[in-house]
């Protein structure tokens, strides 16, 4: 199988230089980097709400209406010291026929009774569950605990595996159909099937649901981060990718908590992130296509439609011909049409190949970290919303930590060094793809990084499950593949101060990173795009 020949690499070259009379930070760049900023908090809100709907309770075995003395219900429930606590059973209670017949012959438990002689019973009744913290979710709703407690975590991964599926698709659709509709229609997915959770008569009805619901939320999250990356430009590009949709996704995340604080039923809540959703039905008419896309395919005419635009609301004047080289090398690039771009391409060079296998395990080990993290917060102290709120708080100042990094210093030293500070990172990185892989396969790149990546959030509900075993392994899993990804991501190639790639040829020239600490002789190694075996 032949590797296509790039048609005129010269012709998007210059893009940036092409549109650098709108200028940086005009009316339409305003308007399109909070628009796109603001899409984003849905996002921190719904992938991160499962953390409050499907929070466990505290519980035990219900206690039907019988005819038992005082002493006798305060006891029927056994009891058990767990981290050196004394806590009610959550799974068992003692056989009610025989307690029942006890107290009938006026037996005094732990006197007359050894207690622990006893026969003991399941929940044969049902569970009770405290509503000290919550009024209700899904584990209360649909009783997940006990022989059915492996739903409650996997009820995370479901929804993941959604965001898995969502990832390694809307990166290809958005590359085939563009930006702009891919956007909108995951937003749609993520705000309908978010709302209809609510009305799920089963668990399997509501995790079919979840799924349906991390398809949209995937989608519409890479569509605007790359949407923004390709209209946006300099640091102002910079800006929006490392700290702009991070801050907003970050925002949405810290007033969950305050949400599930207010409401504490897992409905309500649900109906709280997903009904927002219809505000951003008007951003259609203010979102553009991006103009990058849309010249990589040939629609010249509607990129320079959308850059006039921009430039009567930036007050500036266009030139005549925008994209003249491309024009008049236009005849030449008919053969896009039956030349499509997939994920194979992203392993078809060792160059290529070698970057996208870096990146792939660094943004598993990060989304691992992250998720592992976060699903656990509520778990940190004895109030699950301040817990939650407080591990949302920290990622503001890792946000412009990383921003700052990414703006002032190369790209693979600080992600490196930012990979070392913990599972955050993830929105450092996440630049990198974009920066790297070439307009007509970005899409493609940034979402098979997400589904890789995605692998990982699907495990993490699990992970801290390892402490069974030994207390502290599940850290040490995180922390050593968080120290393999750091190292791993000094071999990425630099794209501090350069454009963005347009072609694969210019992706092949970029430099490459060789190890630090070892001096090696310049070689250059011949970038082959023409008949080279897949």
Excluded at 318 to 338: M, R
Excluded at 447 to 455: D, P, Q
Aim: aromatic content about 14%.
């Amino acid at each position: 199988m032949s590797i296509r020949k790039e048609e005129n690499p010269e012709i998007l070259d210059d893009y940036d230089e092409t549109i650098a009379f709108l200028g940086h930070w005009g009316c339409f760049q305003k308007t399109v980097f909070f628009l796109l900023c603001a899409s984003t908090i849905p996002n921190g809100t719904g992938v991160l709400s499962i953390i409050f709907v499907a929070d466990i309770p505290a519980h035990h075995c219900r206690i039907p209406e019988v005819n038992l003395t005082q002493d006798w219900l305060n006891v029927v429930i056994p009891t058990k010291v767990v981290n050196g606590k004394l806590e009610q059973s959550s799974c068992s209670r003692y056989r009610l026929d025989v307690v029942t017949n006890l107290s009938a012959q006026g037996f005094v438990p732990g006197t007359d009774v050894n207690l622990t002689e006893l026969q003991q019973e399941g929940c044969v009744d049902g569970w009770s569950y405290s509503r000290d913290i919550y009024q209700s979710t899904i584990v209360s709703q649909f009783d997940l605990v006990c022989t059915d407690q492996w739903k409650q975590p996997f009820s995370s991964t479901v929804y993941f595996l959604g965001v898995l599926c969502g990832s390694f698709f809307a990166g290809q659709l958005s590359d085939r159909f563009g930006r702009k509709p891919v956007f909108f229609i995951t937003m749609a997915c993520q705000t309908i099937f978010t709302f209809a959770q609510v009305f799920s008569p089963s668990w399997t009805v509501f995790s079919i649901l979840l799924f349906l619901s991390g398809l949209g939320q995937i989608g519409n999250y890479v569509s605007a981060f790359v949407l923004g990356s390709e209209i946006l430009t300099g640091k102002v590009r910079v800006l929006y990718s490392s700290l702009g949709v991070c801050l907003c996704f970050a925002f949405g995340y810290i007033i969950l908590p305050l949400f599930a604080y207010l409401l504490r039923d897992w409905k309500s809540l649900l109906l709280a992130i997903s009904l927002p959703g219809v505000l951003y039905i008007p951003l259609w008419w203010f979102i553009p296509e991006s103009p990058r896309w849309l010249v990589s395919q040939g629609r010249v005419e509607e990129a320079e439609a959308i850059v006039r635009s921009a430039a009567k609301k930036n007050n500036t004047k266009a030139p005549k011909d925008i994209f003249q080289n491309f024009v008049a090398n236009k005849e030449n690039t008919h053969s896009k049409e039956e030349e499509r771009y997939n994920v194979l391409d992203l392993f078809r060079t060792s160059s290529i190949r070698n970057t996208t296998l870096i990146l792939l395990v660094v943004w598993f080990t990060l989304l691992t970290g992250y998720y592992g993290l976060s699903l656990n917060s509520t778990k940190l102290s004895g109030n699950p919303y301040i817990s939650a709120f407080i591990s949302a708080a920290v990622e503001v100042p890792a946000y412009i930590s990383a921003w700052l990094a990414l703006a002032y210093f190369p790209r693979r030293y600080a992600a490196s060094s930012v990979v070392l500070l913990g599972a955050v990172s993830l929105f450092a990185i996440q630049v990198v793809p974009q920066k790297i892989y070439p307009t007509v396969i970005r899409s493609t790149a940034t979402g098979t990084c997400a589904t890789i990546s995605r692998v990982g959030s699907c495990i993490a509900p699990f992970v801290f499950h390892l402490g069974v075993y030994f207390k502290y392994l599940p850290y040490i899993l995180l922390g050593s593949l968080a120290v393999v990804s750091a190292i791993a991501t000094l071999f990425l190639p630099e794209t501090f101060g350069k454009p963005l790639p347009e072609t694969f040829e210019q992706m092949g020239k970029r430099e490459r990173m060789t190890c630090p600490c070892v001096t090696q002789r310049e070689t250059e190694e011949p970038v082959v795009f023409l008949e080279s075996q897949l």
